[in-house]
């Protein structure tokens, strides 16, 4: 699909809904900092900005529900240098950031297996979603540690010792439980694929790729992709 320049931040009026849940693959940190002969440290910091300025940009913008994939669980198979910066730079994400979420009425939520980190983030984590619980503006959903594959067959587990298979009881035991159906999923870097990111989620999404690497994905770029939204017919396997 080719790249849709970044318009003026608005929604399209009149030729469709917005979308309630978007989540995003941020992809290209790795490539940014390539071009620019940096270390991959660079781009991933460069990448937590860009997190910033999107969390607040999906409030600005109105949505309900922001999921990002942050870590996958095939991540770990990267270099011990390069997790490990990973790591200190969600520590200090997370340490400097949630203040400011918590004004703006930003609710964190977790996907993923994310018990696996090391005990300090964990510890960290659970704080900042009990912190956050009760915001109500944009629900911020981290996936960490996360591969769709692995919480489909958690959720059948799941919903298999609850004495029933269904798609609505396997559904219900998602990471995503409670969060609203997901209307769009973009990826940026240029690549087309979904690397294990909610799979049984996107069933039904929207997908928009962009060429733009994460660090320099904007607001602009953000609205672009819901005012296309708002102009796609979604039937759902109807005409």
């Known amino acids: 699909m080719a790249q849709v320049e970044p318009q003026p931040v608005r929604i399209a009026a009149g030729t469709g809904e917005m979308p309630r849940h978007v989540a995003i693959i941020m992809d290209g940190n790795g490539r940014w900092a390539k071009k620019r002969m940096l270390p991959r440290a660079m781009g991933h910091k460069r990448g937590v900005e860009t ?45 400097s950031d949630f203040d400011t979420f918590a004004k703006n009425d930003v609710r964190l939520k977790i996907i993923g297996d994310y ?28 996936a960490l540690n996360y591969g769709s594959q692995d919480e489909m067959v958690r959720a059948a587990r799941a919903a298999a010792a609850q004495g029933e298979i269904s798609a609505s ?7 995503t439980a409670g969060l609203p159906p997901l209307d769009l999923l973009i990826r940026t870097s240029g690549e087309q694929r979904l690397s294990n990111f909610m799979l049984w ?27 296309e939204f708002a102009c796609r017919e979604r039937r759902y396997g109807g005409r």
């Open 51 to 95: 997190v910033r300025n999107i969390v607040r940009a999906a409030g600005e913008l109105g949505l309900e529900t922001l999921s990002l994939y942050a870590f996958s669980s095939e991540n770990w198979k990267r270099p011990e240098e390069e997790i490990n910066d990973l790591m200190a730079l969600m520590r200090d994400f997370i340490k």
């Open 169 to 175: 009881s396997i559904e219900a035991n998602l990471d």
């Open 115 to 142: 018990k696996a980190l090391s005990a300090d983030i964990v510890e960290i984590l659970e704080e900042s979603v009990a912190r956050t619980a009760k915001n109500s503006r944009t629900t911020l959903a981290v």
């Open 201 to 227: 989620q996107a069933a039904y999404a929207e997908f928009w790729f962009t060429e733009t690497l994460w660090p320099d994905f904007s607001k602009d770029e953000l609205a672009a992709a819901l005012n």
